[in-house]
C-alpha cells in the first residue's frame, strides 16, 4: 500500500497511479467507479473520465470527480490532439470494438497512455482451454463467453506485435500474478495482468 | 416524498438603476427583479447559487407559490440538508424578466402608466441572464459558487457560462440545450398561435382597469391549450401510458360525445385550466419567443466550443433517456463542445420514466449526482 493512495487501489491500478506525476493533465478511459481518478485527484492531477455505464458516470460526479458518459470506440474523437499527458486504458481494451483504433486515439489525445489488460496466454487459461476445450472462466475473466464484455481478448504478444506493426514503443511494462507483480521472463506464459506504458516511436 | 423542514426564505425586488440593453438593439428602462433568496450569504460571499426556473417557473424555488399555496417547485432538491443545501449555500431564484411574478413583464405598467402588452420589449435569454448578472452585481457577489437550472434555467446557465464566464466557478445544467431545434419551435408556435387566436386575446392589449392581477383576465382559453400541447413535450410516452392508458374518466363507458372521456383529456384539461390561474399568456408568448431565439454557437460565430473560450467554470450536464423535448444528444453536443474548449466536464444520461420533466420529480441519482457536483 502507499501512503499517496491509502485506499488500496488494485495492483494495476497503483502501479499507474505510481508512475503519473502530480499536475499532470490525465485521461482515464473506462475509469469504472473513479477509483484511480480519486487517487490521481488525491495527488493534485487533472484527472477526469470516460465510462460508459451511468451507474457508475453518476457515482463519479457524486464523489466530485469530472467524467463523462460515452464509449471509447465512438466518444475519443471529441477529444483534442494532445490535450492531456496521459490516457489511461485500464482493463477496457479487450471490451471495446476497435481496440486497434481506441490505442491510435488514445495515443492521439496523449503523447503517452497506460494499457492495463488481463493475458488471454496465461497458463492456467491455455490449460483450461487446452484440457477442457471450453473458453475458460477465471478470476481475472469471470464471466462465460456469452455474456462477457470482453469481445476482444488478447495476449501480451498479441499486444506487442500490434505495438511494432502500428510504431508504438513500450516505455515500461509490468506484469501481475495472483494481485502482485511479477517477473519479466516468459510473462506471456506466466502474467496474468499487464500494464504497458506506451508511446510514439 | 420524505417532508423536510421548508428553508426561511426573503421575498425580494430589486430597481435596476440603469436600462437594461437587450439583444433587440433596443434597451429596457426602470426593469424589476423579483427574487427569493434562502440560506445564508457566508464573510466572503464565496457561497451563492442562483438557479435559473424553467418557462413556467418562479422565484419560488422552495416556498409556497403566493397565488396557488403549493409547494416550491424544486423542494425535493433545495432546503436544510438536501442537495442543494441551504444550511450551506445562500440560493438565490429570480423571476426572470419577460415572466409575470414580480419581474419587468408585458404585464408591468410601461412610462404612460398602462401595461405593456406587446409594446415590451422581445427579450432573448441572454438579456434574462443580463438582469440576472444585474442582481448579483447589486447583492455584491462577485463570484457565484454555481449556477444551477434545468430546461430553459440551463439555458440561462449555458449563456452566463457563455457571456460572464469569470462569474461563476460551476455550471449545472439539467435537460436542456445549446439551441431551440425546429421541433422545439414548432410546439411552442403552435401554443403561440392558440393564444393569438383567442378573440380575447385582443392584441395583447386585454389587461382590463381595475383588475389588479393581470392573470385573472385574457385568452385563457388560448393559453390552456398552449399549455396542454406543452405538458404533452414535458411527459414521456410510457409515462403517460403507465399514468392513464387508454382508461376513461369517472365513466364505465365512452359517450360518443367530445366530453373528456379519457383520463389522459380530463388531466390534460385541468393542467391548461389551473395553468390560467398563475400565468400571464402575453409573458407566455415573450419567454417562448425567447428560447426559440436560443442559439448558443450561433451567438459566437457558429462553433459552440468558442461560446466557452471565456470561462474555467466547472460543468456538469445531465440528460434523461426518456426526454424528447431535449433529448440526450442535445446535451451529449454540449459536453462534447466543453471537452473541445478543455473544461472540466462531467456528463450523464440519468435512466427516469418521466420524460423531460424528469428534472422535478423523484430521481434518487440526480440528487446524488447534484449533491456531488456542487461540493
Known amino acids: ?201 | 416524498m420524505a417532508t423536510h423542514a421548508e428553508p426561511s426564505t426573503s421575498g425580494h425586488v430589486l430597481d435596476l438603476p440603469q436600462p437594461l440593453p437587450l439583444d433587440s438593439g433596443r434597451s429596457l428602462a426602470g426593469v424589476r427583479v423579483a427574487y427569493e433568496t434562502y440560506g445564508t450569504l457566508n464573510a466572503d460571499k464565496s457561497n451563492a447559487i442562483l438557479i435559473c426556473h424553467a418557462l413556467t417557473g418562479d422565484q419560488h424555488v422552495a416556498s409556497p407559490h403566493p397565488i396557488t399555496g403549493k409547494p416550491g417547485w424544486w423542494i425535493r432538491m433545495v432546503g436544510p440538508g438536501l442537495p442543494i443545501d441551504t444550511d450551506r449555500y445562500f440560493i438565490i431564484c429570480a423571476n426572470v424578466i419577460g415572466s409575470c411574478m414580480g419581474s419587468s413583464g408585458p404585464a408591468s405598467m410601461a412610462d404612460d402608466g398602462r401595461p405593456y402588452g406587446m409594446r415590451f420589449p422581445v427579450i432573448t435569454i441572454r438579456d434574462m441572464v443580463r438582469a440576472q448578472i444585474a442582481l448579483v452585481d447589486a447583492l455584491g457577489i462577485d463570484k457565484l459558487h454555481a449556477v444551477v437550472g434545468g430546461s430553459m434555467g440551463g439555458m440561462q446557465v449555458l449563456s452566463l457560462a457563455a457571456n460572464f464566464g469569470d462569474r461563476l466557478n460551476a455550471a449545472l445544467v439539467i435537460a436542456s440545450t445549446s439551441r431551440h431545434s425546429a421541433q422545439n419551435i414548432a410546439f411552442h408556435e403552435v401554443g403561440r398561435q392558440a393564444i393569438m387566436a383567442d378573440p380575447a386575446w385582443a392584441n395583447g392589449e386585454y389587461y382590463a382597469d381595475g383588475v389588479d392581477d393581470p392573470r385573472k383576465v385574457g385568452p385563457e382559453a388560448g393559453l390552456a391549450v398552449a399549455r396542454m400541447a406543452a405538458h404533452i413535450t414535458y411527459l414521456s410516452e410510457q409515462g403517460l401510458t403507465e399514468k392513464f392508458g387508454r382508461r376513461l374518466q369517472d365513466r364505465d363507458a365512452k359517450t360518443f360525445g367530445f366530453d373528456a372521456d379519457f383520463q389522459v383529456e380530463s388531466y390534460l384539461r385541468y393542467q391548461g385550466l389551473s395553468f390560467t390561474d398563475r400565468f400571464d399568456a402575453n409573458s407566455y408568448l415573450y419567454i417562448t419567443r425567447a428560447m426559440d431565439y436560443f442559439d448558443l454557437a450561433e451567438e459566437h460565430g457558429g462553433k459552440l466550443a468558442d461560446a466557452f473560450a471565456g470561462t474555467k467554470a466547472r460543468f456538469c450536464l445531465v440528460s434523461f433517456d426518456t426526454d424528447w423535448l431535449y433529448p440526450t444528444s442535445e446535451s451529449r453536443t454540449i459536453a462534447h463542445a466543453l471537452n473541445a474548449a478543455g473544461l472540466p466536464v462531467s456528463f450523464v444520461e440519468l435512466s427516469a420514466p418521466y420524460g423531460h420533466d424528469s428534472f422535478l420529480l423523484d430521481v434518487p441519482e440526480l440528487d446524488r449526482v447534484v449533491e456531488g457536483f456542487l461540493r
Not at chain 1, 477509483?35 to 470516460?50: H, N, P, S, V, Y
Not at chain 1, 465510462?51 to 458518459?69: F, K, T
Request: proline share 5%; hydrophobic share 45%.
Open chain 1, 1 to 201: 500500500m502507499n501512503a499517496a493512495h491509502p485506499g488500496a487501489l488494485r495492483p494495476d491500478l497503483a502501479v499507474i497511479a505510481d508512475h503519473i506525476e502530480p499536475g499532470a493533465r490525465v485521461l482515464d478511459i473506462g475509469c469504472g467507479d473513479g477509483e484511480l481518478l480519486a487517487a490521481l485527484t488525491a495527488k493534485g492531477c487533472d484527472a477526469r473520465g470516460l465510462e460508459i455505464d451511468p451507474a457508475n458516470v453518476a457515482a463519479c460526479v457524486g464523489r466530485g470527480l469530472s467524467v463523462m458518459q460515452g464509449d471509447a470506440d465512438t466518444d475519443l474523437a471529441y477529444y483534442p490532439d494532445g490535450s492531456v499527458d496521459y490516457a489511461i486504458l485500464s482493463q477496457t481494451l479487450q471490451t471495446t470494438r476497435r481496440p486497434d483504433l481506441v490505442i491510435e486515439n488514445l495515443l492521439r489525445i496523449a503523447p503517452r497512455g497506460f494499457v492495463s489488460f488481463p493475458n488471454f496466454a496465461h497458463w492456467r487459461v491455455r490449460t483450461s482451454l487446452l484440457v477442457g476445450g471450453r473458453m475458460p472462466v477465471t478470476k481475472l475473466i469471470p464471466v462465460a463467453w456469452y455474456e462477457t464484455p470482453n469481445i476482444h481478448h488478447l495476449t501480451i504478444a498479441d499486444f506487442r506485435a500490434l505495438m511494432a506493426e502500428r510504431g508504438i514503443r513500450a516505455e515500461r511494462a509490468w506484469f501481475f500474478t495472483n494481485g502482485r507483480a511479477s517477473r519479466q521472463r516468459l510473462a506471456n506464459f506466466t502474467a496474468e495482468h499487464a500494464v504497458f506504458l506506451v508511446s510514439r516511436t
